[in-house]
């Protein structure tokens, strides 16, 4: 081995080429700006950040679609949309705060770190002011996270946890899609209309922080109404064959099956418990169940006939009645030739909001724009009156409790609305036990 | 210098050179003009390039040298991870004790399993440490959910303790008050220069860790590792026992990915389960195979070449496309697209997977080879070599650039 010889000479050399290495960082100071990314020139860069490969593609590339026309929309091109019926008259057709709107894409991989990197990327390098869109609960707790670092404003996609606005809430970050709790509140009325309040209930929960907390919720909701929780068994998330854990469904003596999945794990695991007969069997004298609380649109299309007269809980639906939705569905279906899916429409409806905190609030700030939406109250957007709450900027609105339709006659209407829960049936109290634990914190406009 | 042969210091220095310098050559499009799509030079993905260069640096310790292919390499990654992101939530923000948690507890991570996995070569090896990698993913993932946090990840809450915390210290991470995520944005002429303190900290470290695997490489333990490469058997008649020189690479390596896990949840506060997943060890072995295995600089530019890919191209949507090609009549500009589309946003994976083919076959050494080639070309080696070969007089190349 060649020695590792020190002399004066090298001594001095290496010691001053660390020093100026150590030494090069520490002249550099971030310059003064009001806020991160404003923006300068005529435009505005929205960052959508959707699942474009992955399990979760479709729904990413639905809200793709919405998030497209919502700038359109913001443009003034197009039909406008929820904009002719929003509550809030702020928005112009003309851009937001008269700058026009551009917006660049990332694939989140419906990974955290991916998520975070394409995030990143959005805000470092094409200076976008706002991030929305994602289709998970672990992506969009991460997103939130590095937007509250960055010092821009998140609005959430598809997230259903509790957590998202409870352990994990972030001042600068938004929801708009319900959570697990208001699927249990809404759910179990129904439910117990429906199946008598005297079941016992067997629960299968995909073995991740979603599943857990929709599992408590939907426990706790039936519980109250007496229903009996026999068994709840953790599926590893990778699971595609459910058969080994449907089996002792049948010996537990439980009449209802509870499937806390998502996507293609709710699409193998029902259609599993319908093959194994579960819906024909008659236990303690009642006929066998299965209910599935988190329904999308694309999975019930992949599960087929399966979802016939199995009952859900849904954010929104297009087949609602209401001018906004109907707008909405209007200019989706010119535009793509198809009805917008739940999460599309959580991502149109966020990206509006954005833009109209930004308006009222007459800045770009972070810190401006969540003020704007704290406590905001509006209507016309397809869930009737809405309230984003100010102690962890929730949206409260109606819930759709829905059922897998028996003729469906399309890929599209395989879903049938039952019931639409009144907002005062799903709130509860900021302070909630499944919900405490958290802190927004203070907002960061990354200054 | 250093204890390094004249040319190694040469190609020390020009890796000090760009490393110190890519800031700067990663912009070579102005702000404003249509090309601008392809710059890489902002904060976030320069420390992805330094990163996963430091852990293909260490990846290729063990499979450039021994032949061990591993497959497991990224929970080395994740434990690195999750070391530094509990460090943050019981003592502060400063990365200095992560980071040595980091390497320390991927170094024991690394002896158990290689203990364990080394005792069979060849594809049972990298079974062995798929299997182990897999079993740690799916701990991190939801067994060991009050450890990790999960699918979600693992995150600082405002009531961490937080023992070190005083009123002035920084809210995000930091080396002794340079905070990372500070950057100066210079502006010359059309063109913007982001320098990041986060981007100077991982590329002063992986500088270092370049120096210690250059050191490794040329010394008596590299030539063992590479014996081992050549003919195990052998070396065993000969009455060596591989055993402990192959464990000791898997260590190295080990902690090699530990840094490089904690210098991510550095950069970027959160550890995430995934990155533990198999994909991730996946992705490393693309990374050496694909700039050069057992080369030094190679598994640098594969990592640097993937990274881009995944943040680049991933982001190029249609419109972006359409803005370019405008100047095309309407049918046929359409048509560009249409053509392109396939092999942009979310078809990334399908652009990089035909790259990975092309490199494979036209170049087995990867992307160092090309670059040998060209240079070759270029100062006309080739011809020189030929009349050697032709004098049946070849002469010894070592064995790695």
Known sequence: MSKFQINRRSLIKSGAAIGAGLALPTIFTSSARAYLNEPKGDTVTLGFNVPQTGPYADEGLDELRAQELAVQHLNGEGDGGMLNTFSSKALKGNGILGKKVQFVTGDTQTKSDAARASAKSMIEKDGAIMINGGSSSGVAVAVQGLCQEAGVIFMAGLTHSNDTTGKDKKANGFRHFFNAYMSGAALAPVLAKAYGTDRRAYHLTADYTWGWTQQESIATATEAMGWETVNNVLTPLASTDFSSYIAPVLNSGADVLILNHYGGNMVNSLTNAVQFGLRDKMVNGKQFEIIVPLYSELMAAGAGANVRGVYGSMNWNWQLQDEGSKAFVKSFGEKYGRPPSNSAHTCYVQTLLYADAVERAGTFDPCGVVEALEGFEFDGMGNGPTLYRADDHQCFKDVLVMKGADNPTNEYDTLEIVEVTPRAQVEYAPDHPMFAGGDLGKCNSGA | ?401
């Open chain 2, 1 to 401: 210098m250093l204890g390094l042969s004249k040319k190694d210091t040469t190609f020390l220095l020009v890796v000090i050179f760009l490393t110190l310098a890519t800031p700067i050559l990663l912009q070579p499009f102005p702000e404003n003009s249509a090309l601008a799509q392809f710059n890489a030079g902002y904060p976030d993905l320069m420390q992805r390039f330094a990163i996963f260069g430091i852990f293909a640096i260490g990846f290729n310790i063990l499979f450039g040298l021994t032949g061990y292919l591993s497959f497991g390499h990224a929970a080395f990654l994740g434990v690195g991870s999750y070391s530094v992101v509990w460090m943050y939530k019981l003592l502060n923000y400063n990365v200095l004790p992560g980071l040595v948690l980091a390497i320390v507890m991927s170094g024991l991570f690394a002896l158990f399993i290689g203990y364990i996995s080394l005792r069979r070569s060849g594809i049972y090896f990298s079974i062995l440490t798929l299997a182990f990698a897999q079993m740690s993913f799916n701990l991190a993932y939801s067994v060991l959910t009050p450890l990790t946090n999960g699918e979600t990840g693992l995150q600082v809450y405002n009531n961490d303790p937080q023992v070190l915390m005083s009123e002035g210290s920084p809210t995000s991470p930091h080396f002794f008050g340079i905070v990372m995520n500070e950057a100066t944005k210079v502006d010359v002429g059309g063109w913007q220069f982001t320098f990041s303190n986060g981007y100077y900290f991982c590329a002063i470290i992986a500088i270092i860790v370049f120096y210690l695997s250059l050191r490794i490489f040329r010394s008596p333990f590299g030539i063992m590792l590479r014996a081992i490469k050549t003919n195990q058997t052998r070396m065993n008649y000969t009455g060596l026992n591989p055993r402990p020189y192959t464990l000791a690479a898997f260590v190295i390596s080990g902690m090699y990915a530990g840094l490089a896990g904690g210098l991510l949840a550095a950069m970027d506060p959160l550890a995430g389960a995934e990155r533990m997943q198999w994909t991730a060890s996946g992705e490393v072995v693309l990374m050496t195979i694909l700039g050069g295995a057992g080369t030094l600089m190679g598994p640098v530019l594969g990592a640097g070449f993937i990274k881009y890919f995944e943040n680049i191209f991933s982001k190029i949507n249609d419109s972006i496309l359409h803005s370019w090609f405008s100047a095309l009549p309407d049918g046929l500009e359409d048509f560009v697209v249409f053509v392109f589309h396939p092999f942009i946003g979310k078809g990334w994976h399908l652009t990089l997977g035909l790259l990975f083919m092309l490199v494979v076959i036209f170049l087995p050494g990867g992307l160092i080879e090309g670059g040998n080639r060209i240079w070759n070309v270029i100062s006309g080696k080739n011809r020189k070599k030929k009349r050697d070969e032709a004098a049946h007089h070849p002469k010894p190349t070592s064995h790695v650039n």
